[in-house]
Structures are given as C-alpha cells and as structure tokens.
T-cell receptor
C-alpha cells in the first residue's frame, strides 16, 4: 500500500463546479503539501499545511492530523484549473513522499 | 526575485554516457532536493542537500550522485546511463528543507536516453 493515496485519480467536471480532491497518508508527517503540475512538467506549490485550513483565492486546503487526511477544494472551477494536482508529505528525514496525482479536466 | 532555474531543459543522451544536471535555487535558500518523475513510478525522492551537506538519499543506485556548492547551486550526475533513466528530473528549493518550509520547483530537465 502506498504511503500517500490520492482520490480520485481522474476527475472531469464542468466549469463552475465545486471540486474536491482527497489525500490520505499512513506515515507520520511534518507537513503536507499540495502542488499543481501543468503539461510540460513545471510544478507549483499551492499550499503547505501542518494543521487546520488555508485559503488562497478559489483554492482551499484542509488537513485533519488525527485522521491523516487532507482535502483540496476548488470553488467556481475554470478551464484554466485543468492540471494534475499532487499531494506530498514531508517527513523528518527531509524527503517528500508523493501521491500519484489527480488529473483534473474542467470543461467550458 | 528569480525562481528556481534548472539547466538544461532538455537532454538526449546515449546509453552508457553520463550526464550532469544543474539547479540554481532561489536566492537565500539553502536546501535543494531532487526528484525523478516517470510515468510508471511517479515522483520519487533522489536526495536533499543543505549547506553543501547531503542530509538524505533516496533508494537509487550509486550511479546517481549529487553535490551542492557554497552558493547553494546543486548538480546531480548520472553515470552509465540506462534507458530507464529517461525521466523528468525536478529540483526543489526551500529555505530550510521541505519538513517545514515551502518548496519551490524548477521547470525540470527532461532527459531522454536512447
């Protein structure tokens, strides 16, 4: 079993829909990162969380440390949000352990 | 301030050759970590450097090595290239390490081994 599991693997939605991507992990972590990867490869950091909730524009990330679960929400989704969203957890040994990613397509 | 710069962006090498990839972190950042991304394995940790010291290494063969210079720029080297080394290699820059500081990524170097 992977240490970081994401769901769903693929998600297609209509513009304007509320999107939720989930991440569960099975190891002790220092922090959890949500990242976005567009075609071409570049990765952009969206959030780093160690507790609670963070919001940036239309993006919201939450984490429940007790349940070892995090969610990334996108409100009022737009075609430009189409990308791969990746959850990664930081460990005390300086490495990131990555989820497999969620490929999101938003249709106009 | 300038972002993370990886060079070259694209590289084609022949099996058996060696390759060196470079990563210049954000000014002031002392931690650089490297990751390999392949369609089959996803993103995997290679190594992490902080102030010229390797603090951790992932589960890769000894053909993969790296170093960090006093200006925090980092290089990774792969010797005796194999077809399976074809991948996108990403580096991440952070002020103190991804444990508790945000990571900023370069655009990656896409290596093709033929």
């Amino acid at each position: 079993k992977n240490e970081v599991e994401q769901s769903p693997q693929n998600l297609t939605a209509q513009e304007g829909e509320f999107i939720t991507i989930n991440c569960s992990y099975s190891v002790g972590i220092s922090a959890l990162h949500w990242l976005q990867q567009h075609p071409g490869g570049g990765i952009v950091s969206l959030f780093m969380l160690s507790s609670g909730k963070k919001k940036h524009g239309r993006l919201i990330a939450t984490i429940n440390i007790q349940e070892k679960h995090s969610s990334l929400h996108i409100t009022a989704s737009h075609p430009r949000d189409s990308a791969v969203y990746i959850c990664a957890v930081s460990r005390s040994n300086y490495q990131l352990i990555w989820g497999a990613g969620t490929k999101l397509i938003i249709k106009p | 301030k300038a972002g993370v710069t990886q060079t070259p962006r694209y590289l084609i090498k022949t099996r058996g050759q060696q390759v060196t990839l470079s990563c210049s972190p954000i000014s002031g950042h002392r931690s650089v970590s490297w990751y390999q991304q392949t369609p089959g394995q996803g993103l995997q940790f290679l190594f992490e450097y902080f102030s010229e010291t390797q603090r951790n290494k992932g589960n890769f063969p000894g053909r993969f090595s790296g170093r960090q210079f006093s200006n925090s720029r980092s290089e990774m080297n792969v010797s005796t290239l194999e077809l399976g080394d074809s991948a996108l290699y990403l580096c991440a820059s952070s002020s103190a390490g991804t444990m508790n500081t945000e990571a900023f990524f370069g655009q990656g170097t896409r290596l093709t081994v033929v």
